[in-house]
């Protein structure tokens, strides 16, 4: 991803950037940094849902209550969220700003899809007892898992607004740069949820 | 409705000490007269355009020196209070509360109010020209990222006279910190006040680390960059493995007190444990963040001042990198009492001596570089020289501390508290002093004199030897940290009250070197500083003092370590660099956006202090719509004309 990206900067450079460096490539190698970060933020909330998990005080246990089919829809939708986001880099690169946007809007509907089915699971795990006070090990679910579905939804008000921008300026080299970057984002976000997927939720019923 | 509002009233200002009384009315004369003095010399719209809206990285360089000097007054005074406590038996000077809520301040202001900001004012007005750029790599975060800090700082310090201090600690343990232990709102402001700051933080880190990979000038490869770039480098690597971890932690904290979370409570389940390791592995990384970038000033004043390369540019470089790895593997020695277990205090016990050996090795390539110099004794060198003893007494008491077993006798003692304040004010405060020394007629266009500047030095020095060499004695006699009074039957007293005239002879110090900057501010136009006035090595010193906003009219190479000592030697033999024409300069433009954006963080972290939900959303919405804006805004550079950039040149050097 990274190497088709900084490929286009190359390709794409400004005419006149006396000096200056392709703006689109800082910004692709600066949003890898942040990615990084975000691994360690992730990292914190694994390693504390670890320590905590079995720290239920009385109260009822996660593995208990998982609902595997609504937690295997969501892992299907997000990656297929995620397959839509390549196509739509795809499109991008082929110069079709409709196709784009299209995927692009495909890509938000599944994410929207997403949380949907995430508050749903929420709100059953709440009815059974399960809720944020409840205990260590309910925080440290409901913080990690959450922490993700807020990713998802920050991602999904980023997304509309580019689909925004792409509607009045088409693709250029500041747009391509931004979708580059929210592409780069999402699928991050995926890998993650495969991560929440093992240790939450297969861990937790195996 | 008036009872309510009394009530309110008194919950919500600091009432019933004479000390915060006159602080109120110090912070309300000083505002108004800020506020006077602007209205009336006309100066809000050059306040608005030239600094609150400013992306100049040497602007924003400077306000965050400025910011941290004033942070270090206000820490320095939460000092002088506490020496003065404890200088003598049975003081009554402040009571245990108000005691426990000036080392909480102390603390926090000084390693990330005063120490952080210093080191990124000298990132933001030095790296660049280091590296001949013209910008950082992102301008608009750079903003952004001041700004955030001193919302962030104003925030904390507001805690003062509204709401009520922290007072669980710099480093805020649990249970302490909890609704339990501590509910009234001062650890909310600790949180929104760190974390706030904190996103800036983490954001200057990679903003540098970008830069450094990215924009340095043609021929300037890895190794031959100038070890203060490469000290920043390896210090924006620490940040952004550790800066993340400080802010979950935070906020899992504030989940606790805020949501009803129990993450680190003692009842339901919570492990206030998994909290202290947490908040290490940030915080011993954080020495390390701090201390790197003086070690990166003593390379370049060493180098300069003894008019010799540096000795051993490899090894400095390698040793800073192994230094930024070790030090996340050290974090456990600051709880070997806690019962970890032998292994795990072995382990720990061993990287920590370990990183002695990488220090050791840069303190004899100072020496070497030294070593048959042509040495000259201006302030910035003093302050260099000053740091090495230091750091060593420093440094091996830190080896003493870091034996496992001996730490049992030592934690949390005033040995300790002497070996961190040697270690932190012998490393980072002299390294910065000199580093401020050192760049200052690069930063404003004139130089300090260096009278005033050598007897602050002497009684900085001086003040500090007698402040804590005590502590360590005293410290073995059994005194611990953060203890509010004592009897006369300890025996403590005499070691305390050297310690106190210790302390103000440093604050004297700070004293002269206000007046030194107060005296070069006045005669500035006397004073004026040539464009290489140290005869310097790196690339900062080519261009005019102070330096125009574009930096480098013509972008420079970086062939060599000291390109302007080679470019200066060449000269001297007649090689002159070809003539360039001069071509427009690509700029970013202003930006009212990062002053705007902060100022909603700080709405939405007051919010959140006082359980405000309303002003928080409302905090928050201001912050994603600031975000919005700047997505939707393309019109965000401009070029600066040839024309200009002449007429610049010829005024600040005479000739193009």
């Keep these: 991803m990274a190497q088709a990206a900084a490929k286009h900067g190359e390709n794409h450079a400004h005419g006149h950037d006396h000096g200056h460096h392709d703006p689109q490539e800082l910004k692709v190698l600066g949003f890898w940094f942040f990615l990084i970060s975000d691994v360690i933020l992730f990292s914190v909330l694994f390693a504390t849902f670890i320590v905590l998990r079995d720290n239920t005080a009385g109260g009822p246990v996660l593995s208990e209550l998982i609902k595997m089919p609504g937690v295997i829809a969501e892992t299907f939708i997000l990656l297929t969220s995620s397959f839509t986001s390549g196509l739509a880099v795809l499109a991008m690169n082929q110069g079709k700003v409709k196709q784009l946007i299209s995927w692009l809007a495909v890509t938000a509907v599944l994410g929207a899809g997403f949380i949907a089915l995430e508050v749903t699971e929420f709100i059953e795990l709440i009815h059974e007892g399960f809720s944020y006070t409840t205990s260590a090990a309910s925080g440290a679910f409901f913080t990690l898992v959450g922490t993700h579905g807020l990713h998802v939804s920050l991602g999904l008000i980023w997304m509309i607004g580019l689909m925004l921008q792409l509607k009045k300026r088409g693709i250029t080299d500041v747009t391509r740069g931004k979708i580059n970057v929210i592409s780069l984002y999402w699928h991050f976000l995926d890998v993650v949820w495969i991560f929440l997927l093992s240790i939450v939720y297969l861990m937790g019923v195996m | ?656």
């Design chain 2, 1 to 656: 409705m008036l009872e309510r509002l009394k009530e309110f009233a008194s919950e919500f200002f600091v009432t019933g000490d004479p000390l915060i009384y006159g602080a109120d009315v110090a912070i309300g004369i000083t505002m108004i007269t800020i506020v006077a003095v602007l209205t009336y010399f006309k100066k809000w719209g050059w306040l608005w355009r030239n600094w609150l809206t400013t992306v100049d990285h040497k602007k924003i360089g400077i306000m965050y020196i400025i910011a941290s000097i004033i942070m270090l007054f206000r820490g320095g005074v939460d000092a002088l209070m506490m020496r003065l406590q404890l200088a003598m038996p049975n003081m009554d000077f402040l009571h245990p509360e108000h005691y426990n809520q000036v080392f909480t301040t102390h603390g926090t202001i000084m390693i990330l109010f005063m120490a952080m900001p210093f080191m990124f004012g000298l990132f933001n007005v030095i790296v660049p020209l280091q590296i001949g750029a013209r910008d950082v790599a992102f301008p608009f975060l750079n903003a952004l990222s001041f700004w955030l800090f001193f919302l962030g700082a104003m925030l904390f310090n507001l805690s003062f006279v509204i709401g009520g201090s922290p007072d669980a600690g710099w480093l805020s343990y649990p249970p302490l910190s909890e609704l339990s232990h501590s509910p009234g709102v001062g650890q909310n402001f600790y949180i929104w006040g760190i974390q706030i700051s904190g996103i800036g933080s983490l954001a200057t880190g990679i903003n540098f680390l970008v830069t450094i990979i990215k924009m340095r000038a043609p021929g300037m490869k890895w190794m031959k960059m100038p070890m203060f770039t490469w000290s920043v480098f390896s210090t924006c690597i620490i940040i952004l493995f550790a800066f993340p971890i400080l802010t979950v932690t935070l906020a899992l904290l504030f989940l606790d007190r805020f949501a009803g979370a129990h993450f680190f409570t003692l009842d339901l389940g919570g492990n206030p444990m998994m909290y202290i390791n947490l908040i290490w592995m940030w915080g011993h990384p954080e020495v390390y963040i701090v201390v790197l970038p003086a070690f990166g000033v003593f390379s370049e004043i060493v180098s300069t001042f003894s008019r010799k390369k540096l000795f051993g540019y490899k090894s400095m470089v390698f040793a800073m990198l192994i230094i930024s790895f070790l030090s996340f593997f050290t974090w456990a020695h600051h709880f070997f009492t806690m019962g970890s277990g032998a292994d795990v205090n072995a382990f720990f016990a061993i990287t920590t001596m370990l990183i002695a050996i990488p220090t050791g090795v840069k303190i004899f390539n100072w020496l070497f570089t030294m070593y048959r110099g042509r040495i000259r004794m201006a302030t910035p060198m003093m302050w260099t020289l000053a740091f090495i003893p230091c750091f060593i007494v420093g440094g091996m008491t830190g080896v003493m501390l870091s034996v496992a077993p001996a730490d049992f006798q030592f934690h949390n003692s005033y040995f300790l508290i002497a070996h961190f304040h040697q270690v932190l004010i012998g490393g980072v405060v002299f390294g910065y002093f000199a580093g401020l020394y050192y760049w200052w007629p690069k930063m404003f266009g004139f130089q300090l004199e260096e009278k005033l500047g050598k007897w602050a030095f002497w009684t900085w020095n001086i003040g500090f030897y007698v402040c804590f060499m005590p502590q360590y004695a005293v410290g073995l006699m059994g005194m611990t940290r953060r203890l509010s009074t004592y009897g006369w039957d300890t025996g403590w007293w005499e070691l305390n009250f050297v310690s106190t005239i210790g302390a103000f002879l440093m604050g004297v110090g700070f004293l002269f070197q206000v007046a030194q900057i107060a005296d070069g501010i006045r005669k500035y136009k006397s004073l004026k500083a040539s464009a290489d006035p140290w005869d310097g090595r790196t690339l900062e010193w080519s261009i005019p003092s102070p330096a125009p906003e574009y930096n480098f009219a013509i972008t420079p190479r970086g062939d060599d370590v000291d390109e302007w000592w080679e470019e200066k030697e060449r000269r001297a033999k007649g090689i002159y660099p070809p003539e360039q024409p001069l071509e427009p300069i690509h700029m970013p433009k202003n930006s009212a956006i990062p002053f705007v954006m902060s100022i909603f963080w700080f709405i939405a972290g007051f919010g959140f202090v006082f359980g405000w939900l309303w002003m928080a959303i409302l905090g928050l919405a201001g912050v994603g719509i600031c975000m919005i804006a700047r997505s939707f805004s393309y019109d965000t550079d401009y070029y600066i004309p040839v024309d200009e950039i002449k007429r610049t040149e010829a005024s600040l050097r005479g000739s193009v």
